[in-house]
């Protein structure tokens, strides 16, 4: 079970990175480098999600009619969603704070985990359905987060600068190798006939490696964000609550 999960949750956390093309980083700079992008961005968001999910879908369709890779089928599903929470959560550093921040980081990990205790009592093994409904809670929370938070930014959209996409060219290929490694030494090792378990054993040694790579992506927009207002005060019992709910 741990190794067939662990598979199914590499590739969607892949395809996510993936679709979010370094959008989240980006989001975070502009949003601190000009508070009027703020709308546009949120509308930004809004649109690039519903093609991520457009695509999502047509890859789905396309992988399910001819049975091949159905396995990617939930990983496509999840990830458009994670998408839309991926970006309004970099938003939420300055829409909403730190508290808001914190709010929607937690949501993925509490969810999932929510959702998984209650396979294990119903013995219940979809691990993709359990992934695709924990990131639409995920995209759901980070929609009511923003909506609350993003009232006081309503207003006159400003054009989004011309180095959007160049801009986050500089992080991609480091975020799209960190994303990809996990899913595809997973997929090689099914691929040469390994066992579940050795699925499962060595997604736990790579989640032990990649701990304090998390870490430091979820302290970092922190910092940014703190440094951004001039106000390097951090709430150190929010920021580990934040790091521990999330690890």
């Known amino acids: 079970a741990q190794g067939s999960f662990s598979l199914i949750k590499s590739w969607t956390d892949a395809i996510a990175t993936l679709l979010?093309?370094?959008l989240p980083q980006v989001?975070?700079?502009l949003s601190f480098e000009n508070r009027n992008l703020v709308p546009g961005l949120?509308?930004?968001a809004w649109k690039f999600s519903f093609l991520?999910?457009?695509?999502?879908?047509?890859?789905?369709t396309i992988l399910a009619n001819s049975g091949n890779l159905v396995f990617l089928i939930y990983?496509?599903?999840?990830?458009?969603?994670?998408?839309?929470?991926?970006q309004f959560r970099a938003l939420l550093l300055r829409t909403g704070g730190i508290l808001y921040y914190a709010i929607a980081t937690s949501i993925p990990a509490l969810s999932l985990l929510t959702i998984l205790i209650l396979m294990v009592i119903y013995k219940n093994q979809n691990w993709g359905l359990a992934l695709?409904?924990?990131a639409l809670i995920s995209a759901l929370g980070a929609i009511v987060l923003i909506k609350h938070s993003g009232e006081k930014w309503k207003g006159e959209t400003y054009a989004l600068p011309s180095n959007l996409w160049k801009t986050n060219s500089h992080g991609l290929v480091q975020n799209f190798a960190a994303a990809f490694q996990t899913a595809l030494l997973l997929f090689l090792l099914k691929a040469a006939g390994a066992p579940a378990t050795?699925?499962?054993e060595l997604?736990?040694?790579?989640?032990f490696l990649q701990v304090f790579g998390a870490v430091a992506g979820i302290v970092a927009p922190i910092i940014y964000q703190r440094a951004a207002i001039n106000d390097l005060r951090i709430n150190s019992i929010m920021l580990a609550s934040v790091v521990f709910l999330t690890i």
């Open 203 to 207: 997604a736990l040694a790579m989640v």
């Open 132 to 134: 695709t409904v924990s």
């Open 42 to 44: 949120i509308r930004f």
């Open 75 to 86: 990983p496509l599903l999840a990830s458009s969603a994670y998408v839309l929470h991926g």
């Open 52 to 60: 991520c999910t457009l695509f999502t879908i047509i890859i789905s």
């Open 20 to 22: 979010m093309l370094g």
């Open 198 to 200: 050795s699925l499962g």
């Open 27 to 29: 989001f975070l700079h």
